[in-house]
């Protein structure tokens, strides 16, 4: 028997800029060839943003290979959909000097970026986020994948992006409830990382729900600068970034169980409701903090129990399927206060028993 | 406009064991309990090696859960298998802490290997190559991927496996058509890196075909430590690790085309003709050589010749798709002598115009 050892070197650190700005879009694919001057382009999108306008202001004449995923969101979020990509990508002879552009919400960044991930063991991706959602959260960080039959994102890798162009007017052609929904992903941000943060949404809210650019651009700003120092910390996910997961373990659960009438923010936004009771059943938290929080939640129109047609034992047996699970059962991101996370043994996410959990479903409905 | 930039951090250099020996199959569930302690484990396998009673002596119980692909071989090494493997993996409530072990042929490492790159973000992957191709080649280096309806490995990623297991025994089974294919890696490990081991090849060819175990594991090893050096410079395929790709360009098209009539490793010995044909066409090397090469993969029974089923513009189109070519048209790896590629300008893999290949097909037929 004999023993050998193949190293595999290691990888020097990298960096890629965030662009944040109004009126970027028309400016972007020249950020983007000046980035790539060599590459071929292909452009990944979705009827609703090709309908909104945004494709036409990023390619005017049109001429750039592109795929435009139909129907939009999350039920065109599967690997067959990524397939269509690979294939159109390679009818159009694209080899791996190409750069791919996801301009679109979140489930077009994942896609795009996940199709990027794998195309001819990985090419560029591009990310020009349009939604609330993808600005505030999936844009940036590197996080890919696209949903099984069975569970969501069972398909996935860690692929950071090139470039993130956030350009602030594409949030104007959203409609409330998709708009507003997005946001709870800034909430989030706050809740784990920054008290001043959540004072600051919850003082601007008026201002918030009116789209007022100066203020969208702030949140921009904010929500990347969270994002970035997270990710920094734990690119794959080992420890801190998982307190990105909060309201998202049961979150994701009610989202898939919803069959997407609800949309991710929505769930989250159940899933944030939910950690809060679970934080009360295990005393961390007061009641007037929760009420805060769900303050904040009902400003932002968000649902706050798990609609009828869902049972408790779809959550449970959902939350055993989660991508997190360790021996079937998902770890659980809970605060101690606004601004901070309950860690036990420097660990951000915590384990809660599955009887906690059944004791608080009902509470949600 | 503002401008944040989000670091990735260094990834640190790690590394993995390759074990080689004779009779190691029975002991290696222990070695992968030994490495990971608290991992579910899952194997992936094909019907053939089932057959050949590799599986049982692996797992004797049978009691681990398993996706035996069926049929084996390349018409099963498609993205829709890969799919097949991960929702049988999430209906049996597998995690993160999961580790796939590969036994067989390279169609079955690259498929389960692609399947721990993507199966929620990422898991590990144990190789237990039981081909001369695979223990030779496919096992080392981290290469996944699997076949579009368009191209060969249209989607894949770089994702190195955790431990490679290297049995000679279970090359005992093979047939002798596959058994003798797999050994062209062998040869070109010897053409593009060293001139002795080409000697040994070539004064060992009665061994090599009557499978002495002794001359097995001195291949083995020898070609691990050649693939090893190789990638363990250019772990990500930037420059030299392409010279692993002798004899693959035109052999790809060829094995594609040929609708895998023909084995790899016979579509990769044509290639290595083909790449002869240009070498003398551009003057590189001379008629000697050459005879000496197309003797070796005489006495291993391969074919020299492009079946008359395939047309050349068949082959010039799947070149124009080669999942390498920069502005859709390939770069190739040409032999200055044996043991020794002809670089220019320090690049491996090196311009050849499009019309010197059309002059050289015909001249395969």
């Known amino acids: 028997m004999k023993e050998l050892n193949v190293k595999v070197p290691a990888v020097q650190e990298t960096s890629y800029p965030i662009i944040i700005g109004s009126g970027l879009l028309s400016k972007a694919m020249k950020m983007v060839n000046d980035k790539f001057p060599r590459y071929a382009k ?33 039920q065109s979020k599967t690997i067959q959909t990524v397939i269509s990509i690979v294939e159109q990508m390679e009818k159009a002879y694209m080899g791996r000097d190409t750069v791919i552009i996801a301009l679109g919400g979140g489930t077009v960044g994942d896609m795009a970026g996940f199709a990027a991930a794998i195309f001819k063991r990985g090419i560029p991706v591009v990310q020009i986020p349009t939604t609330t959602v993808a600005q505030a959260d999936s844009s940036v960080g590197g996080k890919t994948g696209v949903d099984s039959t069975i569970s969501k994102n069972a398909f996935g890798s860690f692929h950071h992006p090139a470039m993130v162009i956030i350009d602030i ?11 507003m929904a997005g946001l ?18 919850e003082s601007n809210i008026e201002n918030i729900t009116a789209r007022k650019t100066e203020i ?25 970034r998982r307190a990105l997961n909060y309201g998202h ?3 994701h659960a009610v989202e898939s169980a919803s069959n997407f009438d609800l949309l991710h923010g929505e769930s989250v936004a159940i899933g944030i409701v939910a950690a809060g009771l679970i934080e009360e059943e295990m ?42 699970a360790i021996n ?38």
Chains 1, 2 share one sequence.
């Open 184 to 201: 709870i992903e800034s909430v989030k941000h706050a809740l784990i990382m920054d008290a001043e943060y959540f004072d600051f949404i």
């Open 249 to 251: 373990t049961i979150g």
């Open 42 to 74: 292909f452009i990944v999108s979705d009827i609703c943003v090709a309908n909104a306008g945004l494709l036409k202001t990023l390619d005017p004449q049109g001429n750039i290979p592109k795929f435009i995923i139909n129907p939009a969101g999350e």
């Open 283 to 324: 005393s961390l938290a007061d009641n007037a903090q929760h009420k805060r929080i769900r303050n904040i939640l009902a400003r932002l129109n968000m649902p706050a129990k798990i609609p009828a047609s869902i049972s408790q034992q779809q959550i449970i047996e959902l939350l055993k399927r989660d991508k997190k």
């Open 216 to 240: 969208l651009e702030a949140i921009a700003e904010k929500n990347c600068r969270i994002k970035a120092s997270v990710v920094e910390n734990d690119p794959t996910e080992k420890n801190q």
């Open 328 to 365: 079937s059962w998902p770890k659980f991101v809970l605060l101690e206060k606004i601004g901070k996370v309950h860690c036990i043994d420097n660990q951000w996410a915590i384990d809660v028993d599955e009887k906690l959990i059944r004791k608080t479903l009902p509470k949600l409905y």
């Open 169 to 179: 007017q594409t949030l104007m052609t959203l409609d409330d409830r998709q708009y």
